[in-house]
């Protein structure tokens, strides 16, 4: 098994898509020459010509619109939106025509579009390149919402959602780019909607998305250390949401804390939450505990920002009170 | 031409109907009708070629009739009812009709243009024969999507055609109030460099040629073409609007604008001849009504289907 870069993962899926169908193609702000603004798109103009990489204006409506249009018709396209932030000014696009063109029409269209995004903090941007918007998107009938935070997955899932036919927003993390990870020689799609259960563990269920996911097994580690066992669930897909995998996990494990980057007040998290506290009341010894970002746009200055974003200390700090320590 | 008169006096028919409908109470929603801009669907949609698609607008159901969705259906659709276009999924704003090149009216000012843009690239980067047309309202040119969306399928030569429907009211804004271009929205194209057509949308052979000039351009692929309309609203923004803001003059003065006794006029019809027309399109109208009365209701729960594909 070949080791890859999250960064490399999402090309190859990119390049895989676009040598089996001539139907993908890919657009965005400085994709071609630049190869994106984190480097992803790099040697693809090369490899399939500028009809295929397009560059497109500083116009997020337009990209993601002429994306849908093409959908519409019978391409596979895929659009980057350089910073997630930057979703805000094609929200119209996404959540009033991708994702309602197919119910509208009583279900005459397919929009197979997928929307490539990427944000996150850690590099002291300041409050407008770093957001995590995820629960915007998943609030919104119609989308499908993906969050993949392992090489693997993210090469498996980029794949299937650009095959899927219904309009797919597919979160990266910028800090998840140069992290490493196997992957197997060929492409395997990994289906939307199936969670991971990354790391077994019999006292405390960590459901993390994202970069958390990563600073949940960190946690894990210093927990076991102090005689706690964690499990670490990913759920990967944050719509559909394979509530079956998370709920299982915690009627084995009886515990739970969420976590995510973004803001916790009503994160993707509080859904997850609510899902548990349904099918598993009778499971749960402890309330659940959520981590997440505190409330605030994001500071520039890196003190700041460190104490605003959630770290694998605070993910440690609620699996403690979830087993009284 | 007689064939367009017929239609344009059947969509005439049909919007006056539904708005009786409407206004007797048996119509959910709210309704646009696009009386007086009958020219403009009709001229358009009978110089598009199979497989052209296009995109409309909230006062949609002048495009959707033009384009060949049959009245029945249409209707149904207006009546919520499982036989309409959309079997009761999209309504009034939200006509869809695939089969007839129709992918979707919009009920977001502007919402379909950067779509169409993207069909038009679909269309170019196949190499295929098809234009994608997108119609709007002199409402949707201060709107982003229309200016990005003008920018880029200039910038890619896409097969796209832009049909601006200049009736001179944003609502119940005056163009003068909402534009500095109002009375030659075609200074709007010239600042993306994409090339534009003039025509008064109320004589439809005028703009049936402007129109089949702007799709042979776009089909050749040479670029999109702007097509500025000026056209006039016979009635309010929506059935009922008490139009407190237009004048008395104004209101009055619509007749003249009407579409359809200048092209009767130039076709030289007896008054024989048009109400033998004018029969056919009530009776097209009435059949519709009928159809769409006795339509079946869609299950509740269908309304979660369709969510996803």
Redesign the interface.
């Known amino acids: 098994m070949p080791e890859v870069t999250y960064r490399e993962a999402v090309r190859d899926a990119l390049a895989a898509a676009m040598r089996s169908d001539d139907g993908v ?1 890919i657009m965005g702000e400085d994709i071609a020459e630049m190869g994106g603004s984190m480097g992803v798109t790099q040697g693809l103009l090369d490899e399939f010509g500028a ?2 990489v ?1 560059n ?2 500083i ?1 997020e ?2 990209i ?12 596979r ?1 895929v659009v980057e939106i350089m910073y997630e932030d930057f979703l805000t000014l094609s929200l ?2 996404i959540v ?2 991708a994702a309602k ?10 929009v ?1 579009l997928t929307i490539r995004t990427q944000g996150g903090a850690g590099w002291s941007p300041g409050a407008q390149h770093a957001q995590q918007l995820e629960a915007w998107l998943v609030h919104v ?2 989308l ?1 919402v993906a969050y993949p935070s392992t090489p693997e997955d993210v090469r498996g899932m980029l794949w299937t959602s650009i095959y ?3 309009p797919v927003v597919f979160f990266e993390h910028r800090l998840l780019y140069p992290v490493k990870g196997q992957v197997p020689d060929e492409l395997e799609p990994i289906p939307l909607g199936k969670a991971r259960v990354v790391r077994e563990g019999a006292d405390v269920t960590v459901i993390a998305i994202g970069p958390l996911v990563h600073r949940a097994l960190e946690a894990a580690k210093q927990a076991e250390a102090e005689g706690i066992s964690v499990e670490v669930v990913d759920p990967r897909t944050l719509q559909p949401l394979d509530e079956d995998t998370l709920v299982a996990s915690v009627k084995k494990t009886n515990r739970a804390v969420v976590a995510h980057e973004a803001v916790t007040r009503m994160g993707f998290g509080a859904e997850v939450a609510s899902v548990l506290q349904y099918k598993a009341f009778d499971y749960l010894d402890a309330p659940i505990e959520r981590v997440g970002a505190k409330f605030a746009p994001l500071a520039f200055a890196p003190v700041m920002e460190q104490f605003v974003v959630p770290d694998a200390g605070d993910v440690l700090a609620a699996i403690r009170r979830t087993v009284g320590k | 031409m007689r064939d367009f008169l017929r239609e344009m006096l059947m969509i005439r028919r049909f919007e006056e109907k539904v708005e009786e409908r409407f206004r007797a109470g048996e119509l959910p929603g709210f309704l646009h009708v696009a009386i007086g801009q009958e020219a403009i669907a009709v001229g358009v949609c009978r110089a598009m070629e199979d497989g052209d ?1 296009f995109a409309s607008t909230h006062r949609a159901h002048a495009h959707a009739l033009a384009g060949g969705t049959h009245p029945n259906a249409v209707m149904a659709e207006l009546y919520g009812k499982v036989e ?7 309504g009034s704003m ?1 006509l ?3 089969e007839h090149g129709n ?2 009216a ?1 009920a ?1 000012i502007g ?13 170019k ?2 190499n295929e024969p098809r234009v ?1 047309v997108a119609f709007f309202g002199d409402g949707a040119t201060n709107i ?2 229309f200016h ?2 003008l ?2 399928a200039q ?2 030569k896409t097969k796209t055609i832009f049909v601006c429907e200049n009736n001179h009211w944003a609502e119940s804004t005056p163009g003068w109030q909402h534009s500095p271009v109002w009375d030659d929205m075609s200074k709007r194209a010239l600042a993306y460099d994409m090339r534009a057509i003039k025509v008064d949308g109320q004589d439809v052979e005028a703009v049936h040629e402007a129109a089949l000039e702007a799709l042979e351009h776009a089909r050749s692929g040479e670029g999109p073409v702007f097509l500025d309309v000026e056209t006039y609203r016979m009635h309010g923004h929506f059935i009922g609007d008490p139009q407190v803001y237009r004048t008395k003059d104004d209101r009055e003065d619509a007749a003249e604008h009407d579409p359809i006794p200048r092209l009767r006029e130039r076709l030289g019809l007896s008054d024989d001849e048009f109400d033998e027309l004018d029969r056919e399109a009530h009776a097209v109208v009435d059949e519709a009504l009928e159809f769409a009365k006795n339509g079946t209701d869609p299950r509740p729960e269908d309304a979660l ?5």
């Not at chain 2, 309409?84 to 999209?90: D, F, I, L, V």
């Open positions: 193609f009809e295929r397009r497109t204006p116009s409506m337009a993601v619109g002429a994306g849908i249009g093409a959908a519409m018709a019978g391409m396209p119209e696009q009033n025509q063109h197919r119910y509208m029409s009583g279900g005459q269209v397919t197979p009938p119609g499908k899927d036919d219904n | 698609i309409g276009c959309c079997r009761g999924y999209g939200h869809y009709d695939v992918f979707g919009n977001v919402g379909g243009l950067p779509g169409v843009t993207g069909a038009g690239l679909a269309f980067l196949r994608a982003g999507t990005e969306s920018n880029l910038l890619w289907k369709n969510v996803y594909a």
